[in-house]
């Protein structure tokens, strides 16, 4: 049973940043890309980056362009989220996914770790 543990999320005023980290156990990590998903109050849950299963590729949502970097340490088992320049429209539940594609159709999540941007 693959295991996802969000952590790092808070409370942040606008223009702030905040890293966000995902620990994976109960199996080889190298085997799954890595994603970060926000879902914010009303609205249902969009991608917001992606990368490969060796770190060498990534993947952004327009919205995060610029502004966020995912990263991942393989040797630790964990995925990163760098969040710069926060907007109040970045507030939302932050989630982590492990996948065998880069689909994230079938995969793995965390319970998630909220992120909330003050004006």
């Known amino acids: 049973q693959v295991h996802l543990v969000e952590s790092g999320g808070g409370l942040v005023q606008a223009g702030g940043s905040l890293r966000l980290s995902c620990v994976v156990s109960g199996d080889t990590f190298t085997k799954y890309a890595m994603g970060w998903f926000r879902q914010a109050p009303g609205k249902e849950r969009e991608f917001v980056a992606r990368?490969?299963?060796?770190?060498?590729?990534?993947d952004y949502a327009d919205s995060a362009k610029q502004r966020f970097t995912i990263s991942r340490d393989n040797a630790k088992n964990t995925v990163f989220l760098q969040m710069n320049s926060l907007k109040p429209e970045d507030t939302a539940v932050y989630y982590c996914?492990?996948?065998?594609?880069?689909?994230?159709?079938?995969?793995?999540w965390g319970q998630g770790t909220q992120v909330t941007v003050s004006s």
């Open positions: 990368i490969t299963w060796k770190g060498s590729n990534t």
């Open positions: 996914a492990a996948d065998r594609t880069l689909r994230f159709v079938d995969g793995y």
